[in-house]
């Protein structure tokens, strides 16, 4: 047994996290704790029930997502049309950031031109962009879209930029040395050494696209995950709003997880820089 414990820690010592705020969390909805702290708190231990219409349970919240997958199947469509926008989103956020910011980081004159935009955005809540955005191309997929472009494309490129900072300038002078160009460097030494930041980048994109998901549905859409949720708030039915969540962070969670997986298979790519 206490190798079996050794072997799977993380995922015991998590799933047990799991479970006792679960139950920490039932136990408020439904009153458990009040009651047992009655003679204890007298009339005050009320104060520890929660409204169910404003925190809603695990067991409502799971009784809402077995009804709106299995009963109804209404949460299908609004995840397909959550999944267009952020697969749009991102790609377009994969296709500007990597090559822009493999070329800031390559040529010193453009990073110059390039590196104050960038940091003025990172600074800058692109969500903020929002209402021009709606102004200038009104409340559709392309809103939706580009809110998770602003988002997602600063990671990307911030990343890509770093990448090719770091890559070891000894293997830069030996290919140089034997009249290697840009395009050669570019395939043989850059690129590989750049994987782990680009899947780095592209981690942190997946999570602000999320964020780019529900916004953008919030304020302009009558489908997606978002634009569910902000209905359902609306109707005082919080377990249909997290359900909402739990779809994204699933979501989320599993692409994260497959870019990990990604990272390992690809490393293999990168070039080795003795010590």
């Known amino acids: 047994m206490r190798r079996f414990y050794l072997q799977h820690e993380r995922a015991i010592l998590g799933a047990v996290g799991i479970i006792a705020f679960l139950i920490l969390w039932e136990g408020f909805a439904r009153g458990w704790w009040a009651e047992l702290l009655q003679p204890l708190l007298g009339p005050q231990a009320a104060r520890l029930q929660l409204r169910p219409i404003f925190i809603s349970s695990p067991t ?34 994969l296709a500007i950031g990597i090559p822009l910011g493999l070329a800031a980081g390559w ?4 990073s110059y031109a390039v590196e104050p935009f960038l940091t003025a955005l990172n600074a800058t809540p ?7 955005l709606i102004l ?11 809110i998770i472009v602003l988002l997602a494309v600063l990671p990307i490129a911030i990343g890509a930029v770093a990448a090719v900072r770091t ?4 293997l830069i002078r030996v290919a140089r040395s034997f009249s ?24 942190l994109a997946v999570g602000r696209g999320m964020i780019g998901i529900v916004v953008g549905e919030i304020y302009g859409s009558a489908a997606g995950i978002g634009a569910m949720m902000n209905q359902a708030g609306s109707r005082f039915e919080t377990d249909k709003v997290f359900v909402g969540v739990l779809a994204i962070a699933v979501a989320g969670v599993g692409l994260v997880e497959g870019l990990r ?3 390992r298979r690809v490393e293999a790519w990168r070039p080795q820089v003795a010590a």
Do not use: H
């Open 167 to 170: 890559v070891d300038a000894r």
């Open 180 to 203: 290697a160009n840009d395009a050669l460097l570019f395939r043989s030494i850059i690129l590989p050494s750049s994987v782990p930041f680009l899947l780095a980048g592209a981690r």
């Open 107 to 110: 040529y010193r004159r453009l």
């Open 261 to 263: 997986r990604i990272e």
């Open 126 to 132: 692109q969500v903020a962009f929002l209402p021009l």
């Open 60 to 93: 409502r919240i799971a009784r809402a997502a077995f009804d709106m997958i299995f009963v109804t199947g209404a949460i299908w469509k609004d995840f397909g049309w959550s999944g267009l926008e952020f697969t749009l989103g991102v790609a377009l956020a």
């Open 136 to 146: 200038w191309v009104g409340t559709g997929l392309a809103c939706r879209v580009l």
